[in-house]
């Protein structure tokens, strides 16, 4: 897929060292009997786009990262690229993606899972969310004909960000 492979990584300690250089990661959940979740936190912080890859049916994911893509080691390179990037691949594909629907519920994980990246505490990011739904509420009016809710609530969230972002860690 034209990447430069910094891997791969026998242990946790090993991974690490790659989350500095890493523009996307395919992490294998149980590496040598521990668990990689440190470094999908470390690249969640960093807004890194990663998938877990695991050949076990039973991985209990923490909550906090539930809404990153999970597949099975015998997915294909091209679902592995799809899940890292869904919007490169759509464009690849020559897919005209429709705009997602106005049901604001279902946007809920991407949103929790965008404000975890762009925080990276677990409470901060719901207070994030939920400060960008009221001020959403606030400004319905004000929403830009024809563009999507999850842009628009995507915009409300960087606003939050930057006007109350280190409040919302206390």
Known sequence: MGAIILGP??????????????????LDVNL????????????MRRGIPFVFF???NDIAIPEHLRYASNLRKSSGSKAVFNALFPAQASERAGITVSPPPDDV???????????RLLLGDVN????????TLEQAIRNVDHRRLGQST?????DIMREVVKD??????H
């Open 54 to 56: 695991s050949g076990d």
């Open 9 to 26: 990584a026998a242990t946790v300690e090993q991974a690490s060292e790659h989350t500095d250089q890493a523009e996307a990661a395919i």
């Open 124 to 131: 901060a990011s719901d207070r994030l969310v939920e400060r």
């Open 150 to 154: 999850e842009n628009w609530l995507n």
């Open 105 to 115: 519920f279902a946007l809920l994980p991407k949103l929790r899972l965008a404000a």
């Open 164 to 169: 109350h972002g280190a409040k919302l860690m």
């Open 32 to 43: 040598n009997g521990r668990r990689v979740f440190p470094i999908a936190d470390k690249l």
